[in-house]
T-cell receptor, first 113, second 115 residues
Framework: DTGVSQNPRHKITKRGQNVTFRCDPI?????LYWYRQTLGQGPEFLTY????????KSRLLSDRFSAERPKGSFSTLEIQRTEQGDSAMYLC???????????FGQGTRLTVV | GENVEQHPSTLSVQEGDSAVIKCTYS??????FPWYKQELGKRPQLIID?????GEKKDQRIAVTLNKTAKHFSLHITETQPEDSAVYFC??????????????FGAGTRLAVHP
């Protein structure tokens, strides 16, 4: 499968723990996006990278959230001190800067108990 | 701020009927409008998109129309089939200096096609 890959697919964690998710974009795509989706809602933008540079972060993104893309390839999203409200599907998407078509990964479903 | 409104939230049709989903965007600088289909437990999949220099685009049974003046765009599915049942999301984006920016999504429309 040469599409966008996310790991893990599911994560259950206790409140207060830290979690980290990984996204591997389509190899030739230089843009990588993180979105969060809760039940019955559309994906909500969190942050995006062009190569290794983080170009925008949502104002809704608390300081407990951090994302990196150190070599301009895969990206990680870390949530520190998780809260029950963080429970959601975390989606990654990638695209080329000259082409707006964005392709999504399968997502990581986070459940905070 | 940037916002996309989508209607209806649920849509139920008989197999063979047409379905129309409508979206309105707030940012007049938006110039790219994709539609995604998401089946239960699966990733959103791009099914069709339109750019602001085009008023209509068709791909077999699906078509998208864009009214830039009114800031409206719509998805039309003809001859619906049970496998069209899914949640459909509209989105809007605009082109910045380095490329297209983030997608702003609507809240989704749950389409049910009954045999």
């Amino acid at each position: 499968d040469t599409g966008v890959s996310q790991n893990p697919r599911h994560k259950i964690t206790k409140r207060g723990q830290n979690v980290t998710f990984r996204c591997d974009p389509i190899s030739e795509h230089n843009r990588l996006y993180w979105y969060r989706q809760t039940l019955g809602q559309g994906p909500e933008f969190l942050t995006y990278f062009q190569n290794e540079a983080q170009l925008e972060k949502s104002r809704l993104l608390s300081d407990r959230f951090s994302a990196e893309r150190p070599k301009g390839s895969f990206s990680t999203l870390e949530i520190q001190r998780t809260e029950q409200g963080d429970s959601a599907m975390y989606l990654c998407a990638s695209s080329s800067s000259g082409n707006p078509e964005a392709f999504f990964g399968q997502g990581t479903r986070l459940t905070v108990v | 701020g940037e916002n996309v409104e989508q209607h209806p939230s649920t849509l139920s049709v008989q197999e063979g009927d047409s379905a129309v989903i409508k979206c309105t965007y707030s940012d007049s600088a938006s110039n790219y409008f994709p539609w995604y289909k998401q089946e239960l437990g699966k990733r959103p999949q791009l099914i069709i998109d339109i750019r602001s220099n085009v008023g209509e685009k068709k791909d077999q049974r699906i078509a998208v129309t864009l009214n830039k003046t009114a800031k409206h765009f719509s998805l039309h599915i003809t001859e619906t089939q049970p496998e069209d049942s899914a949640v459909y999301f509209c989105a809007a984006s605009k082109q910045g200096s380095g490329g297209y920016n983030k997608l702003i999504f609507g809240a989704g429309t749950r389409l049910a096609v009954h045999p």
